[in-house]
């Protein structure tokens, strides 16, 4: 049994492309998206169609319910500018998105259930099972991370939302992040100088019995065809997303 595992597309069909492409034969079968798939990026309508195209069950992520309500339900704060840009940038989307497009969306689901063997599962959500918006790094406290899954420690668990590829031991199995399909960056930045990355991040999860392997990929796109994209979308502050792909690699 082998399962890709997609995570935090932001509408970024170009690097969606990228990843079903470095699929090898037969891995197109089991598909699944941890959520933050459509909102952010100059692609939405693309993203939604591939995802729909590929018959991929898709988590509900925060940007994703943002998308559709704008109901903020984070605990960060956000500057007036910030929140203006992410309003404006969110309206664009919508109307790029059909009457059908919004409905798969509203399909998305708060967790999802793939069987692995009779006796384990793969246990996927965004941010954690309670909620779209919490957070789990690496360094995540023990005891907040034993609180946070603990709960569901007879799964192999998969969640998203931090942009970072990783994982760590629950009881007997594991939680791991797949990373970002089209917004991986390197957290160690300065806020005003973030850099985005020209790859997209995924991961495959291989169970054969009682035995399973994990194994982190990560492929290139590219970025100037995305930066066209941005060029040619009309989406507000797309210049803006520009430069942050121009920047030099640090």
């Not at 500057?79 to 059909?98: N, Y």
């Not at 998305?108 to 957070?135: A, V």
């Not at 790094?137 to 590829?165: C, K, N, W, Y």
């Not at 992040?177 to 390197?186: D, F």
């Amino acid at each position: 049994m082998k399962i890709v595992v997609i995570s935090d597309i932001h509408g970024n069909c170009v690097a969606l492309d990228a990843v079903l492409n470095d699929l090898e034969a037969g891995e197109r079968e089991t598909i699944v998206c941890l959520g933050d798939a459509i909102q952010g990026g100059p692609q939405p309508a693309e993203t939604v169609a591939r995802l729909r195209g590929i018959k991929c069950p898709v988590v509900m992520g925060n940007s994703d319910a943002w998308l559709l309500t704008g109901v903020e339900t984070g605990s960060e704060p956000i500057s007036a500018d910030r929140r203006k840009k992410l309003s404006a940038v969110r309206e664009w989307s919508l109307g790029k998105l059909s009457d059908n497009d919004k409905r798969f969306i509203e399909s998305f689901q708060p967790t999802i259930t793939l069987p692995l063997n009779p006796r384990k599962s793969l246990f996927c959500f965004h941010g954690t099972p309670q909620s779209f918006d919490e957070l789990i790094f690496p360094h995540t406290p023990e005891d907040e991370f034993q609180r946070m899954l603990g709960t569901h420690a007879s799964s192999i668990l998969t969640g998203g939302h931090t942009h970072v590829q990783f994982t760590r031991r629950l009881g007997g199995n594991f939680f791991f992040n797949p990373g970002s399909v089209g917004m991986a960056y390197n957290h160690q930045q300065e806020d005003s100088t973030v850099h985005l990355d020209s790859f997209a991040e995924y991961a495959v999860l291989t169970c054969n019995g009682e035995n399973s392997r994990l194994e982190f990929r990560r492929v290139n796109f590219d970025v100037d065809k995305l930066i066209s994209v941005y060029e040619a979308s009309g989406k507000p502050f797309a210049d803006e997303s520009v430069r942050e792909y121009q920047q030099p690699d640090r």
